[in-house]
């Protein structure tokens, strides 16, 4: 499985767009890239996953250079409420056909100020 | 649609008492996962269940044992529970497709004294 490095925090105020950047160099070809959000006393949910260029949904954006070898999940204008822990994690969710493990590192703890 | 459902969401054991977690998920997936949270710390995997029938170890399974019982139950077991067990347990299942989205109970606080 790619390792990932990822800020351990970082602090923004409301209505700023807030970019969290997650190195992975050793990504394999069959690698997806995919975010999850955590609340406190909440498990973790999925955001977005994309392979390459740009994937955007109704919560985030997720951009991804030629190489890969890095990805940066985008949250526009965030709320109070996008206070939580960004996990980056990396890997072919195919590979074992069902013994594909997931690794969550400690993540970044985004905390937002009014 | 109730996801994925973890009983209790709170318990308090004393140091070598036993306990079983229960975990069903009403999606039909294959896979299911048990994880455990430390404080501050990102989540690591204890054991996991690709289909029924099969149960796998993951990073940290020493002190635990685990039940696939059919599709939709996966069990987590402390046979003789310590302070180190401590901590917030995760369940989790996952369709096999492209798309790596495991879906998340609500969690199971655990305090051993």
């Known amino acids: 499985l790619a390792k990932t490095t990822q800020p351990i925090s970082m602090d923004s105020y409301e209505g700023q767009e807030v970019n969290i950047t997650c190195s992975h160099n050793?990504?394999?070809?069959?690698?997806?890239i995919t975010w999850y959000q955590q609340f406190p006393s909440q498990g973790p949910r999925f955001i977005i996953q994309?392979?390459?260029t740009k994937v955007t949904n109704e919560v985030a954006s997720l951009f991804i250079p030629a190489d890969r070898k890095s990805s940066t999940l985008s949250l526009p204008r965030v709320s109070l409420s996008d206070t939580a822990v960004y996990y980056c994690?990396?890997?072919?969710?195919?590979?074992?056909?069902?013994?594909?493990?997931?690794?969550f590192g400690k993540g970044t703890k985004l905390s937002v100020i009014p | 649609n109730a996801g994925v459902t973890q009983t209790p969401k709170f318990q308090v054991l004393k140091t070598g008492q036993s306990m079983t977690l229960q975990c069903a998920q009403d999606?039909?997936?294959?896979?299911m996962y048990w994880y455990r949270q430390d404080p501050g710390m990102g989540l690591r995997l204890i054991y996991y269940?690709?289909?029924?029938?099969?149960?796998d170890k993951g990073e940290v399974p020493n002190g635990y044992n685990v039940s696939r019982l059919n599709k939709r139950e996966f069990s987590l077991r402390l046979e003789s529970a310590a302070p180190s067990q401590t901590s917030v347990y995760f369940c989790?299942?996952?369709?096999?497709?492209?798309?790596?989205?495991?879906?998340f109970g609500a969690g199971t606080r655990l305090s051993v004294l």
């Open positions: 989790a299942s996952r369709k096999i497709d492209r798309q790596n989205i495991q879906y």
């Open positions: 050793n990504i394999a070809t069959n690698d997806y």
């Open positions: 994309g392979y390459k």
């Open positions: 994690l990396v890997g072919d969710p195919l590979s074992g056909a069902g013994s594909y493990q997931l690794t």
């Open positions: 999606m039909n997936h294959n896979s």
């Open positions: 269940s690709a289909s029924e029938g099969t149960t």
